[in-house]
């Protein structure tokens, strides 16, 4: 055999074992798992469920970094700009497909500086009131909106996080009721608002809403998606409940910065999809509201764009802007 096609061989080696060479090899020092918001609310939740079972699997540990602010931008803008070697995954929320179009500016490019991994949950949120609200269904309650206008508060995580734009959507679809927008740092800050009385209602995540309803510390009027959640199976839709064609739906999912070795995102997917198959995992997820997921690369890609699209237009309608 003479010399070129010696080369071309190792060539054609090279190529061929590099991708198994780099998932075999992977990783090799702690990985850092983002997450936009603070310890204590759904998404840290979520992150904490699968990351020790990922440690174990991958053999290193998967430390929760929680950077809140910003709906989550503070922490995206980190993941975006880390080392594409799959060592930073972020976990994204429904407030990661909202960011794009309600704010001016962005230190990032969701669409562009991301790659999906796979979708970990698809979960509906809750619309919760404090117990001494004098309203018993979501009708009650939009009469009283109507009544008091711009009156009754309602608490998020943030400007442009889910419970902000699921509100506003309420609020349009419901014949353009005027409420006040009270955002914290954070659903769990959020959630003690509501729970104090210091203000009145809000959305957020079944995850971590439910048990404050089972408990009668909240009163839960309604589910945000078309169809009623198993895990609360005696709480209406919106839809049900008179805002008729009202569908939104919380979800989480794990990114990477693009530009991660696809060797390495196909390792990643199938610890994820692995993990939420684990009937402890699966259990204790349905059990909170949340279905389990774990979704391939290209259909979480799919997905994400169709959730971008949108809520631009959630967004656009709304009328609503973040600088």
Known sequence: MNLIARLTCVLIGLALSGPAAIAQSYPTKPIRFIVGFPPGGATDVVARAISQNMADALGQPVVVDNRAGAASNIAAGIAATSPKDGHTLF???????????????????????????????????????????????????????????????????????????????????????????????????????????????????????????????????????????????????????????????????VFVPAGTPPAVIKRLYSEVSRIVKIPEIRDRFRALGAEPAGTTPEQFAAFFRNEVAKWAKVVKESGAQVE
């Open 91 to 253: 976990l994204g929320t429904v407030s990661f497909s909202v960011n794009r179009s309600l704010y001016k500016k962005l230190p990032y490019d969701a669409l562009k500086d991301f790659a999906a991994v796979s979708q970990v949950t698809d979960t509906p949120f809750m619309f919760m009131t404090h117990p001494s609200l004098p309203v018993k269904n979501v009708q009650d309650f939009i009469a009283l909106a109507k009544a008091r206008p711009g009156q009754l508060s309602y608490a998020s995580a943030g400007s442009g996080s889910g419970g902000h734009l699921f509100t506003a959507m309420f609020a349009s679809m419901a014949g353009g009721v005027n409420l006040m927008h009270v955002p914290y740092r954070g659903a769990a800050a959020a959630t003690t608002s509501v729970l104090s009385g210091e203000t009145i209602f809000m959305f957020d995540n079944i995850v971590t809403t439910l048990p404050l309803a089972r408990a009668g510390r909240l009163r839960a009027l309604a589910v945000t998606t078309i169809k009623r959640a198993p895990a609360a199976a005696d709480i209406p839709t919106l839809a049900e409940a008179g805002v008729p064609g009202y569908d939104a739906n919380a979800w989480f999912g």
